[in-house]
């Protein structure tokens, strides 16, 4: 499982960086995220979901 990022919607808004800061970093240019997790171990599975779902504009999902 992996997380994938619209950057078209990513408002750089950071939530999930809150949740998981060493899965995720903005870009210094652009304030959009960056997913540094090439794969989610299954064992944080339930951390990846929080992720997705406090992102207020909906840019993340698991696939
Ligand atoms: S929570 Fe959503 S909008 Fe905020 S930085 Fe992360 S992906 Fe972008």
Known sequence: MR???DLD????T??????APDW???GED???VRVLITSVPD???ALAED???RCPVGALRLV
């Open 3 to 5: 997380i994938e990022a």
């Open 9 to 12: 919607r990513c408002m750089g």
């Open 14 to 19: 950071a939530n999930c960086m809150v949740v």
């Open 24 to 26: 995720f970093e903005l």
């Open 30 to 32: 652009d304030d959009q």
């Open 43 to 45: 064992d944080q599975r």
């Open 51 to 53: 992720a997705v779902r």
